[in-house]
């Protein structure tokens, strides 16, 4: 993929997230690798006004490579995960209400549903709290994300990453879904019933020829 193109992608993904009402007050952030650098979306620009031009090209220590804007305040916690994930190509980070609501409670998500498989693991775990745009966020959301694709911040939001941007994009969509049903049956006093790590390892391997976006 050019740069240019991946440029429109990463517009692309930041509008899709905004239009779907994950970013109250322009939260939350996306960025993809470019070589062995990063594209990422700036700080502050509502994603409607946003434009391919407006990302800003960091290197993996921070550095600003090219861009008039300022990058997202989150850039540490994207470096980082790029540092530490080889696999992981784009980073989608949203404020989703359901999410968001459960990451205030401290409370991961369980294996209540298969889908829980294609966040990377048998849970979606939430991550300790830091101030945000700190590195010991950062290192908190590196953590949370060991062997998984996506990851709660308490009192915060949600992280997810991808082979690609689709993937990533789908995922952090899919945590926010999962969110909301379990959060309707604790509201209706229900038990979730838990699947057990050997349903989900089933789960995940048939994930791996049914298609699923990365």
């Known amino acids: 993929m050019s740069e240019r193109a991946l440029r429109e992608e990463i517009v692309a993904v930041a509008q899709a997230i905004d239009r779907a009402g994950y970013c109250p007050s322009k939260s939350g952030n996306v960025s993809a690798r470019l070589g062995d650098d990063l594209l990422i ?31 997202s305040s989150e850039w540490p916690f994207h470096t980082a995960i790029y540092r530490a994930r080889p696999d992981a190509q784009a980073i989608v980070h949203t404020h989703s209400p359901r999410a968001t609501a459960l990451s205030c409670a401290r409370r991961g998500i369980p294996a209540f549903h298969y889908m829980i ?13 830091a101030t945000f745009g700190t590195p010991e966020l950062a290192e908190n959301a590196v953590q949370g994300l060991e062997g998984r694709k996506a990851v709660l911040l308490a009192n915060h939001g949600v992280i997810a990453l991808g082979a690609s941007l689709a993937g990533a994009h789908q995922i952090v969509a899919e945590v926010e879904n999962l969110a909301g049903q379990y959060l309707d049956l604790l509201a209706a006093g229900l038990d979730p019933v838990i699947l057990d790590d050997g349903e989900m390892q089933r789960v995940a391997a048939r994930f791996a020829g049914y298609g699923k976006v990365d």
Do not use: M, N, W
């Open 41 to 71: 979306t700036p700080s502050g620009l509502p994603y409607a006004q946003t434009t391919p031009e407006d990302l800003i090209h960091l290197s993996l220590d921070g550095r600003i490579l090219s861009g008039v804007r300022k990058p």
């Open 117 to 129: 498989a294609l966040c990377g693991g048998p849970d979606v775990r939430c991550a300790d709290y």
